[in-house]
């Protein structure tokens, strides 16, 4: 591939869906494309890269080490794009900025905090932010968020980081239960 183009941006999109859903019918739901086009849209990115980037078929799905190196490549390609849109946003209306926001899955449905609020406030207010959201752990979130690849998580506070800065949103009562029979019972 000599130049990169939109249409190799958006193949490789679908190519990272693929792989995080491990094949094609689990990204068929992700991206609401049907799998022949999926299937279609990857056999494109191998024919503009020479390469295969997986196996599919009855045995299952499993990248080549030709489309590891891809998927692993994308990060940093996709990183890229964002650290531009922010920066360039700052100077351009016409650009859409990013924010990076993980939570536990348990958190981004809590009615107590109510996320799906505040971000649709939010959107309301900044139209041109991107709101990227993902949905993790809460090591992989605070990996994510070390790493520079999430800008603010939402995750229960086990233990603090004196390198992290925490700012408490919403309390949630924890209760143990037992049986009558049980000898923690009185």
Do not use: W
């Not at 191998?46 to 599919?56: H, I, M, P, S």
């Not at 993980?102 to 609020?117: M, P, Q």
């Not at 959107?123 to 990996?143: K, N, Q, T, V």
């Not at 086990?158 to 408490?168: A, I, Q």
């Amino acid at each position: 591939m000599r130049q990169l183009l939109d249409v190799d941006l958006r193949l490789i999109r679908i190519f990272r869906v693929i792989v995080e859903a491990k094949g094609l019918a689990g990204a068929q739901l992700v991206l609401n494309l049907s799998q022949s086009r999926i299937s279609t849209s990857l056999a494109e990115l191998e024919a503009r890269l020479g390469v295969r980037l997986c196996r599919r078929g009855r045995a299952g799905f499993a990248l080549t080490e030709a489309g590891r190196s891809v998927y692993e490549a994308s990060h940093e390609l996709f990183e890229a794009v964002d650290r531009f849109c922010n920066n360039a946003g700052t100077v351009s209306l016409n650009l859409k900025r990013v924010v990076k926001l993980g939570a536990v899955d348990a958190l981004s449905t809590n009615s107590g905090i109510g996320l799906a609020k505040i971000l649709g406030d939010f959107r309301s207010g900044a139209p041109s932010i991107m709101i990227d959201f993902m949905i993790a752990g809460p090591e992989e979130l605070e990996s994510q968020l070390i790493a520079g690849a999430r800008d603010i998580i939402i995750k229960p506070i086990l233990t603090k980081r004196f390198d992290l800065s925490y700012v408490p949103l919403a309390t949630e009562r924890q209760s143990l239960y037992c049986a009558r029979c049980h000898p923690l019972f009185d």
